[in-house]
């Protein structure tokens, strides 16, 4: 019989899940998140849910905070089950489900008031935030940009914030005006130097109405960078109804997700946090290292196959890697250009490090899609792919894989497969993208002209001949071709 999700049914569902050791009704909120979506469910609530299982840390449970419409769906499914969730752990050799229960409450999108109280609250004393790689106000080079228009808008009226940050700074200034420590703000988000980003978007934001606060935030407020890890797909019917089937439960919204994960922090915490070293986060000094390492070689390895996979008409991220060509092009794009130009990192091997990245990537359970990898790549190219670019062009090095990487994207909005089957867009700069790709068949100049995007890099004449090279092959000779022709060593102009 399938069990409904909920804290009446725990027990009947222990039957096929592991359920909490702890009663969910006893925990109290220390942490309000925004972006309650796959990934925070199967990373931050998951290592909260393994500590509250030893019977420590009650005190911390999660807040969600919606903010875009589509976190209001979110809330009424999670809500309709008492906030709880399904988390199928997937290994080759391995499938486990566990219910989940650290979330005690969602805040729904547009009750400003309930948020800010909640924010204001002594309880709470970590912000935390999944909202993606273009949810920070970012321009190419990095840096925080205070005219996009949300921003602004939120700078003209702070006492009525929509973004994310604007909520945050009014939540910190009520606190201030109470005389309550402040809370730490955390990203959990795949940006180089995530806690730095973060601190220039909240003081950049708060500059524009109020420079003393600002000040007041660069002084008392705690950013650490943080670098996470765990492949998560999305979740549609199929995972749905694969719980059903196989687990009895019937979950509004599973997630799915491989067994490997990984945090590690800045120990940077004034207001308190949950003791997480005791469930396998590692707090360090410098998170740097380990975040460049994961940014250039998984999501940049994401980033890599996610194009030529679609131009091939390949649905799922393991049939990518069991093809040889795309499978080939990255382990050479991997070890060629991009680990050579990543730091040392405290106790890894780089190279063993991207076979266990292959190995993941190749996990037929999983699921995960190149839809998935392919989306918003105007926020993931500058951030995955064309620093590592960057980088060697600095150096004086050759960018002969990491230049096709570019042309294939530009190949892919141009809008159809090599098949001649329409690509359906996922990017906020779909439009513009679109109309770049299409003038760059004759004009490889038309899409590196995208400045945002390209910033420094589409200046080096080395890489404009690269990628127009690489481009022009592409249409001429179609994907299959030309990533044989990188693997022999004979995708030189």
Same mark, same amino acid.
């Given at each position: 019989?399938?069990?409904?999700?909920?804290?009446?049914?725990?027990?009947?569902?222990?039957?096929?899940?592991?359920?909490?050791?702890?009663?969910?009704?006893?925990?109290?909120?220390?942490?309000?998140?925004?972006?309650?979506?796959?990934?925070?469910?199967?990373?931050?609530?998951?290592?909260? %849910?393994?500590?509250?299982?030893? #019977?420590?840390?009650?005190?911390? @449970? =999660? +807040? *969600?905070?919606?903010?875009?419409?589509?976190?209001?769906?979110?809330?009424?499914?999670?809500?309709?089950?008492?906030?709880?969730?399904?988390?199928?752990?997937?290994?080759?050799?391995?499938?486990?489900?566990?219910?989940?229960?650290?979330?005690?409450?969602i805040i729904a999108p547009g009750d400003v008031a309930t948020l800010i109280e909640t924010l204001a609250d002594p309880k709470i004393r970590v912000v935390s935030m999944t909202i993606t790689e273009g949810g920070y106000f970012i321009d190419a080079s990095g840096r925080f940009n205070p005219a996009h228009p949300a921003i602004a808008e939120d700078g003209r009226n702070p006492s009525s914030p929509k973004t994310v940050f604007g909520l945050i700074l009014a939540g910190l200034k009520e606190r201030k005006a109470r005389?309550?420590?402040?809370?730490?703000?955390?990203?959990? %988000?795949?940006?180089?130097?995530? #806690?730095?980003?973060?601190?220039? @978007? =909240? +003081? *950049?934001?708060?500059?524009?109405?109020?420079p003393d606060f600002a000040h007041w935030i660069h002084e008392n407020v705690a950013f650490p960078s943080s670098m996470v890890d765990r492949i998560t797909p999305a979740t549609g019917q199929r995972e749905i109804d694969i719980l059903k089937n196989d687990f009895d439960i019937d979950d509004n919204w599973p997630v799915f997700?491989?067994?490997?994960?990984?945090?590690?922090?800045?120990?940077?915490?004034?207001?308190?946090?949950?003791?997480?070293?005791?469930?396998?986060?590692?707090?360090?000094?410098?998170?740097?290292?380990?975040?460049?390492?994961?940014?250039?070689?998984?999501?940049?390895?994401?980033?890599?196959?996610?194009?030529?996979?679609?131009?091939?008409?390949?649905?799922?991220?393991h049939e990518a890697m069991e093809h040889r060509l795309i499978r080939g092009f990255l382990e050479k794009l991997e070890k060629d250009e991009i680990i050579p130009v990543i730091p040392p990192v405290p106790d890894t091997n780089l190279v063993d490090y991207y076979k266990l990245i292959e190995r993941r990537f190749s996990n037929p359970k999983i699921g995960d899609t190149i839809p998935r990898l392919a989306q918003d790549g105007s926020n993931r190219q500058p951030k995955f792919i064309l620093p590592s670019t960057a980088d060697r062009l600095a150096k004086g090095q050759d960018i002969i894989g990491l230049s096709l990487v570019s042309a294939l994207w530009c190949r892919y909005f141009a809008g159809t497969s090599d098949s001649g089957k329409e690509i359906t867009f996922n990017d906020a700069s779909a439009d513009r993208l679109n109309a770049a790709a299409l003038k760059a068949k004759d004009n490889p100049g038309a899409f590196l002209a995208l400045g945002d995007i390209f910033g420094d890099v589409a200046k080096s004449e080395l890489f404009r001949t690269r990628f127009a090279h690489a481009l022009k092959t592409l249409w001429e000779q179609g994907t299959a071709n030309t990533l044989e022709l990188y693997l022999d060593g004979k995708l030189v102009k």
């Amino acid at each position: 019989m399938t069990v409904k999700l909920s804290l009446a049914s725990l027990k009947d569902a222990a039957a096929t899940a592991a359920v909490p050791a702890y009663d969910p009704k006893g925990l109290t909120a220390g942490i309000v998140h925004f972006g309650v979506g796959n990934f925070h469910r199967a990373h931050q609530a998951i290592y909260l %849910d393994d500590l509250f299982n030893t #019977g420590k840390a009650h005190d911390w @449970a =999660i +807040i *969600g905070a919606g903010v875009m419409p589509s976190d209001g769906a979110m809330r009424d499914k999670l809500k309709a089950q008492d906030f709880l969730t399904t988390v199928v752990e997937q290994d080759n050799n391995r499938t486990a489900a566990r219910i989940t229960a650290p979330m005690i409450d969602i805040i729904a999108p547009g009750d400003v008031a309930t948020l800010i109280e909640t924010l204001a609250d002594p309880k709470i004393r970590v912000v935390s935030m999944t909202i993606t790689e273009g949810g920070y106000f970012i321009d190419a080079s990095g840096r925080f940009n205070p005219a996009h228009p949300a921003i602004a808008e939120d700078g003209r009226n702070p006492s009525s914030p929509k973004t994310v940050f604007g909520l945050i700074l009014a939540g910190l200034k009520e606190r201030k005006a109470r005389g309550v420590i402040p809370f730490t703000i955390m990203s959990c %988000d795949n940006i180089p130097g995530n #806690g730095e980003v973060t601190e220039n @978007a =909240i +003081i *950049g934001l708060a500059k524009l109405s109020d420079p003393d606060f600002a000040h007041w935030i660069h002084e008392n407020v705690a950013f650490p960078s943080s670098m996470v890890d765990r492949i998560t797909p999305a979740t549609g019917q199929r995972e749905i109804d694969i719980l059903k089937n196989d687990f009895d439960i019937d979950d509004n919204w599973p997630v799915f997700c491989e067994e490997f994960k990984q945090w590690v922090m800045e120990d940077k915490f004034p207001a308190g946090r949950p003791r997480l070293e005791e469930v396998g986060v590692q707090f360090v000094p410098d998170v740097a290292p380990y975040e460049l390492m994961k940014i250039r070689i998984l999501n940049g390895g994401h980033a890599a196959i996610a194009y030529p996979a679609a131009l091939l008409d390949i649905h799922f991220v393991h049939e990518a890697m069991e093809h040889r060509l795309i499978r080939g092009f990255l382990e050479k794009l991997e070890k060629d250009e991009i680990i050579p130009v990543i730091p040392p990192v405290p106790d890894t091997n780089l190279v063993d490090y991207y076979k266990l990245i292959e190995r993941r990537f190749s996990n037929p359970k999983i699921g995960d899609t190149i839809p998935r990898l392919a989306q918003d790549g105007s926020n993931r190219q500058p951030k995955f792919i064309l620093p590592s670019t960057a980088d060697r062009l600095a150096k004086g090095q050759d960018i002969i894989g990491l230049s096709l990487v570019s042309a294939l994207w530009c190949r892919y909005f141009a809008g159809t497969s090599d098949s001649g089957k329409e690509i359906t867009f996922n990017d906020a700069s779909a439009d513009r993208l679109n109309a770049a790709a299409l003038k760059a068949k004759d004009n490889p100049g038309a899409f590196l002209a995208l400045g945002d995007i390209f910033g420094d890099v589409a200046k080096s004449e080395l890489f404009r001949t690269r990628f127009a090279h690489a481009l022009k092959t592409l249409w001429e000779q179609g994907t299959a071709n030309t990533l044989e022709l990188y693997l022999d060593g004979k995708l030189v102009k």
